[in-house]
């Protein structure tokens, strides 16, 4: 008999693992990996000063072009798909980076002015600026004293 | 399973506030894959500083630490806040034999790659078989 009983065990129970993965891959595909949750993902930090909104998603991973923003009068949407590769023959031990496509809309306090809402992609970190519609921006009332006669 | 987490929290949004450092640091979410070859880490860190990544490995313990510097100070008013920004850190155990000189890291897009080549002694081997 080769090595220890133990790790004939555990080759058992690995092996074990592996066609139960397979058996629920051909049931669920891609039950294994975390799938993005739709109605939270990405979460969202946001900002604002007097003439912006600053909208704030941590999303590694992603390519410029993995991401579509569209921006709506109050609604901003954020679409977008992880792609992770498959490593099919390696041996698994950690599966929780989530992956797959997403979609979040969120309602700002305010209108915004869609085609001058910037976006910069950094290191993982998308920050956009979305300037606020005219007529959402606080305004400065002059008061004019008024000459007595 | 070779590897093991020393600390089981996956989400990484839980803060956990370090004692010895000033604000919250997170479990980056990690996928882990092992080959003939090397042990290979894929960790999400967005925002951090690629200069600012500590990797250390030491008697079977890798360790990470990524800086995030602080964003958005200046601005006025914060309208909502889902996820926390600081430090990611995490603690991995290795047992099978790493080549430690071999470790490879590069940092892309906010996610930190780590290829660890285990040593000679720790790959499989074929065995020829000889008939005479």
Known sequence: MFGHPMSLMSNRLSWLRNEMDQLFNEVLPGWARPEVRFDEYPALNLWEDEGNFYLEAELPGFKVDDLDLAALDRQFTI????????????????????????????ELPAAVEPEKVQAAFKHGVLTMTLPKAEDAKPRRIEVKAIEKK | MNMEMTKSRERRNIGQV????????????????????????WLDMPGVDPKEIDINFEQGTLSVWGKVPPRHTERAKILSSEYGVGDFRRTFNLTDSIDAGGIRAEYDDGVLYLMLPKVEAARPKKIAVRSK
């Open chain 1, 79 to 106: 679409r977008g798909e992880r792609k992770v590769e498959a490593h099919e023959d390696w041996t698994c031990h950690r599966q929780e980076r989530a992956c797959g496509p997403f979609s979040r809309t969120i």
């Open chain 2, 18 to 41: 370090e004692s010895i450092r000033q604000g919250p640091s997170f479990l980056p979410a990690a996928d882990i894959y092992e080959d003939t070859e090397a042990y290979r880490v």
